[in-house]
């Protein structure tokens, strides 16, 4: 069975550009998530999809942040304008039933660095 | 609100040596926990998880930890130290977002392995 890929693993754009990282998750799964890390600090929650619908996005930092899953499969992730500190590892994760217990399987991630 | 503190962001053992590495964590409900690695250049991967069965959980690779509710702690440990253990180690707790699975990371704690 095949994990949750990421593409692409690195990305180096220049301030103001737009970058979208997208996301597969293990078949099967309605639940996805976005998660970040920036330099030094901790992976956080960006926000929760159940199917196509956004279930909780409290954790997108602002506007500039557009997460999509279109037909409930894969999800982008679309910075735009990127800043500075939107450098950091953007992961994915999937799950099967989002309830308390289930298990969070988790991508590679993409590393995004704004110049 | 959840919380977790990962005591130490640094460990250093010898190979063949026990290894334990620390969390406490805050709760207002019974959480699930979790102990996720990443080797360098890689994604997260799951250790272990605590669902309120077993207080004493095994993981994969030799790792266990133990749920200790009156101290709140999920301590990660290992009886002898493997080259390939040098990773980085979260320790995570379930938020209780409406009933959905929403992940909060402690800072992690890095694991250096001597031979």
């Known amino acids: 069975e095949a994990g949750v890929t990421q593409f692409p693993s690195h990305s180096v754009i220049e301030k103001g550009q737009t970058v979208t990282l997208r996301c597969d998750p293990i078949?099967?799964?309605?639940?996805l998530y976005w998660y970040r890390r920036v330099m030094g600090k901790e992976i956080k929650f960006l926000l929760h999809?159940?199917?196509?619908?956004?279930?909780?996005e409290s954790g997108m930092p602002n506007n500039r942040f557009l997460a999509e899953r279109t037909g409930g499969t894969y999800s982008t992730l679309k910075v735009q304008p990127a800043e500075l500190e939107d450098s950091g590892v953007y992961f994915c994760?999937?799950?099967?039933?989002?309830?308390?217990?289930?298990?969070?399987?988790f991508g590679p991630g993409t590393r995004l660095t704004v110049l | 609100a959840q919380s977790v503190t990962q005591l130490d962001s640094h460990v250093s053992v010898s190979e063949g040596t026990p290894v334990l590495l620390r969390c406490n964590y805050s709760?207002?409900?019974?959480?699930?926990l979790f102990w996720y690695v990443q080797h360098p250049n890689k994604g997260l991967q799951l250790l272990l998880k605590?669902?309120?069965?077993?207080?004493l959980v095994k993981g994969i690779n030799g790792f266990e930890a133990e749920f200790k509710k009156s101290e709140t702690s999920f301590h990660l440990t290992k009886p002898s130290a493997h080259m390939s253990d040098a990773a980085e180690y979260f320790c995570?707790?379930?938020?209780?977002?409406?009933?959905?699975?929403?992940?909060?990371f402690g800072a992690g704690t890095r694991l250096a392995v001597h031979p």
């Open positions: 999809f159940v199917k196509e619908s956004k279930q909780d």
């Open positions: 709760s207002s409900y019974s959480p699930s």
């Open positions: 994760a999937s799950s099967q039933y989002g309830a308390l217990t289930d298990t969070q399987y």
């Open positions: 078949s099967g799964h309605d639940n």
């Open positions: 995570v707790v379930t938020s209780d977002s409406g009933g959905y699975n929403k992940l909060i």
């Open positions: 605590y669902t309120s069965a077993a207080t």
